[in-house]
Nanobody
Framework: DVQLVESGGASVQAGGSLRLSCTAS?????MGWFRQTTGQRREGVAS???????KYRQSVKDRFTITQDSAKNTLYLQMNSLKPEDTDTYFC?????????????????????WGQGTQVTVS
């Protein structure tokens, strides 16, 4: 099993920045960030493969950056130019599957490990 713990969520004003962190018990082949509003489907925000390949949903490209520090077993999501529509609960996800190089990275069902979520509110 892989345990994931997110941190860094907060309330910020539009245009501000936040950095989310996800501390993992182990890094996996593909790791990602998802977000979800209560009652709605969880949507992929960004993913990163073990070789550093990154993918982003269109609405966050050029504003969000996903990185990983394997020495610290930590995944990050730097979020800049935040908008009210970025308000959501953000989840860290991990999978041993090699899915970070195609469209499957956005499918929540491809990930077997999840954190508890951290709230981001942009006003």
């Amino acid at each position: 099993d892989v345990q994931l713990v997110e941190s860094g969520g907060a309330s910020v004003q539009a245009g501000g920045s936040l950095r989310l962190s996800c501390t993992a018990s182990a890094m996996t082949e593909c790791m990602g960030w998802f977000r979800q509003t209560t009652g709605q489907r969880r949507e992929g925000v960004a993913s990163i493969g073990s070789d550093g390949t990154t993918k982003y949903r269109q609405s966050v490209k050029d504003r969000f950056t996903i990185t990983q520090d394997s020495a610290k077993n930590t995944l990050y999501l730097q979020m800049n130019s935040l908008k009210p529509e970025d308000t959501d609960t953000y989840f860290c996800a991990a999978t041993h599957g090699v899915i970070c190089y195609g469209g499957s990275w956005m499918n929540q069902y491809e990930y077997g490990y999840w954190g508890q979520g951290t709230q981001v509110t942009v006003s």
